[in-house]
């Protein structure tokens, strides 16, 4: 009885360490994938992301991004009509609650990463009007 106890409490320490050490791990994740991506989009005079995409303010805050307030973690990425060049790195495959994705009318060019596949909840994907349609295509 005393044995199943001191089980019962150790089990319980444990999810309550792996849960929290869990969620706080996901927005930094979060954060790094999205600080990966703005380090492939290339420098532009209007790339507003530059200065806004920092640590030094939350990640929800970030322009473009949405979060969903239950799990605070990005769900939506918007960054369309940015004039934004680069390509788009293995890193987004790291958003796991991302549900949208729209990089449409800049130019990005070469594949999407087959790593977005992973991204269970991902819904939609508007790639429109950048360099290499033809290859986005593919994915
Ligand atoms: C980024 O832009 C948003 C919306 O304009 C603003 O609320 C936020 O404070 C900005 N963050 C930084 C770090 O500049
Ligand atoms: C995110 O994904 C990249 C490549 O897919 C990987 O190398 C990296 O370690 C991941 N980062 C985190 C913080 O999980
Ligand atoms: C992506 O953004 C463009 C430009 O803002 C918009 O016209 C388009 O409807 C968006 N795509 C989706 C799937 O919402």
């Known amino acids: ?8 409490f ?3 320490s444990l999810f309550i360490l792996l ?6 791990a996901n927005i930094i994740t979060d954060e790094a994938s999205l600080l990966a991506f703005k380090s492939h989009i ?3 005079p209007n790339n507003i992301l530059a200065s806004n ?3 030094s303010g939350p990640v929800c805050s970030w322009i473009g991004v949405t979060c969903s307030s239950r799990h605070n973690r990005v769900t939506a990425l918007d960054i369309s009509t940015m004039q934004l060049h680069g390509i788009i790195p293995p890193h987004l495959g790291n958003l796991s609650f991302l549900v949208s994705l729209n990089i449409s009318n800049n130019a ?14 991902l819904k939609v994907i508007d790639v429109a009007s950048n360099n290499s349609p033809e290859k986005f295509r593919h994915f």
């Open 108 to 121: 990005f060019h070469g594949d999407l990463p087959q790593e977005l596949a992973r991204l269970q909840r």
């Open 1 to 8: 009885m005393d044995t199943s106890y001191i089980l019962l």
């Open 42 to 44: 290339s420098s532009h």
């Open 19 to 24: 849960h929290n050490h869990t969620s706080l």
């Open 10 to 12: 150790a089990q319980l």
């Open 53 to 55: 995409w920092s640590s």
